[in-house]
């Protein structure tokens, strides 16, 4: 006689639903603690500038629950909160780690993405221009937190957070990701590729021509695991 399995079923998506339950609402509180830790950097940063220059473009801008803008001079950092919880390839470090293995239901994450766009992109609506993924934050049921990113926010989150996410972590993160931004310079397409246009092109873009782009890059998978 087969076992009936409904309350086994019933078990997982209860214990499933609780914890990814618990992850949203760490991510969702962190993305509005993050907009706020950006708004009072840029009054920081704003006050200085403008001593100097006060041509410089700086603000905080809400978009939605779900997202937010930082404009820095020519750059636009945008910032989006995934409404789906989510979970990692099996072979990513981090779901090999003992901290996962104790506890599998740690695997479930929420999940930042910041994109870094060039400004005039969306002052003159140019649809075709690209935005590059320049960090990504994923936070699980126990405020534990993974940042992804190349170079210095590689080299600062380098593994599974020691201690669950606080405000301090979150102002680094900021100054992280505008630093990297504002160094981030834009890269002009080779002079023979430009040369010649067609006149739906110039109509189309005239904005846009002889622009560049940001500099991109892959995410890099994180090499070492929380014990």
Do not use: W
């Not at 200085?48 to 937010?68: A, C, G, N």
């Not at 102002?171 to 160094?183: E, G, V």
């Not at 002079?191 to 890059?217: C, D, H, M, W, Y």
Request: glycine fraction near 4%; proline fraction near 4%.
């Amino acid at each position: 006689m087969h076992q009936d399995p409904t309350e086994n079923i019933v078990e997982i998506l209860l214990s499933k639903s609780t914890v990814k339950q618990k992850a949203y609402r760490n991510v969702c509180r962190a993305f509005k603690e993050l907009e706020q830790e950006a708004q009072l950097l840029i009054d920081v940063i704003s006050a200085k500038t403008t001593e100097r220059d006060q041509d410089i473009k700086l603000s905080v801008e809400p978009v939605s629950d779900q997202e937010f803008h930082i404009r820095i001079a020519g750059d636009l950092l945008v910032f989006v909160l995934h409404t789906n919880i989510i979970s990692l390839p099996e072979d990513y470090e981090y779901n090999k780690s003992n901290y996962v293995a104790d506890q599998p239901l740690r695997k479930y994450l929420g999940q930042i993405n910041v994109y870094n766009f060039m400004a005039d992109s969306f002052e003159f609506n140019r649809l075709n221009d690209p935005g590059y993924l320049l960090a990504r934050l994923l936070i699980n049921s126990e405020n534990y937190f993974i940042v992804e990113g190349e170079r210095q926010i590689g080299f600062m989150f380098k593994s599974i957070s020691a201690k669950p996410l606080d405000k301090v972590d979150l102002d680094i993160l900021i100054k992280l990701i505008i630093s990297q931004a504002a160094d981030n310079d834009l890269v002009v397409p080779p002079f023979p590729n430009i040369r010649k246009i067609t006149v739906r092109e110039k109509l189309e873009k005239t904005q846009s021509l002889g622009a560049g782009n940001k500099i991109g890059f892959q995410m890099s998978y994180q090499n070492e695991t929380k014990s």
